[in-house]
């Protein structure tokens, strides 16, 4: 299985990097070929001016089109996605999510937001032709502590729901699972 996984914070040290990445971790010996994209590191001005012909950006959107899993992580800023998420979904071609697998994955400052991954990512998802979209998991910041080592530390309940998240593709995670480690 091909897995792309796509994170969206501007922040270098970023929880939803870190959910993203953790939930490959998870999804160990599934992935024979693995993409991983990082929105805050593609060109600026390519990315704001929709430059596909700028190789960093192409080779980001056809690692999209490569994909039978895609993995898509962001914080929640004002109530909804990041603004770097859309102005990068907003790149790719029409049904380019069509047939493919997605996990949407968030954190949060607090779960008044829970559902945003429900009311605001999703439709997009959709109108990109998504039909098979996992349960999407929230993360508040409280549930994903810093460690002081560097990394972050899940707690168990969030463990359980990417796990479930998951399933579907990685039945066996629904058996218990060793201890996760503190940094991916
Ligand atoms: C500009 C900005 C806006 C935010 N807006 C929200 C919000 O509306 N709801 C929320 O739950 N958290 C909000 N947060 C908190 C972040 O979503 C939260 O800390 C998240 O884990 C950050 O993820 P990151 O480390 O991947 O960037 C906001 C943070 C910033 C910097």
Redesign the pocket.
């Known amino acids: 299985m091909h897995i792309t996984s796509l ?1 969206a ?3 270098e ?7 993203t990445q953790f939930a490959l971790t998870r999804l160990e010996g599934r992935a024979t070929q693995h993409d991983d994209i990082l929105v805050r590191s593609l060109p600026a001005s390519a990315l704001l001016a929709a430059d596909l012909h700028d190789p960093a950006i192409a080779a980001a959107v056809q690692a999209v089109e490569r994909a039978d899993l895609v993995i898509v ?8 996605y ?1 603004g770097l998420l859309k102005v990068f979904l907003d790149l790719l071609p029409p049904d380019a999510l069509r047939g493919k697998l997605v996990l949407p994955l ?9 559902l ?1 991954l429900d009311y605001a990512l999703k439709p997009v998802l959709s109108a990109l032709g998504a039909r098979h979209v996992l349960d999407g998991v929230f ?3 409280a549930q ?1 502590r810093r460690h002081e080592a560097g990394g972050f530390v899940p707690e168990a309940d969030l463990i359980a729901r990417l796990d479930r998240a998951l399933a579907p593709i990685a039945p066996r995670l629904m058996r218990p699972q060793p201890e996760p480690a503190l940094s991916c």
């Open positions: 994170s914070s501007p922040s040290r970023s929880r939803s990097a870190w959910l992580g962001t914080p929640i800023y004002k109530a909804a990041s968030a954190t949060g400052g607090s779960p008044a937001h829970l945003a993360a508040t910041d994903l």
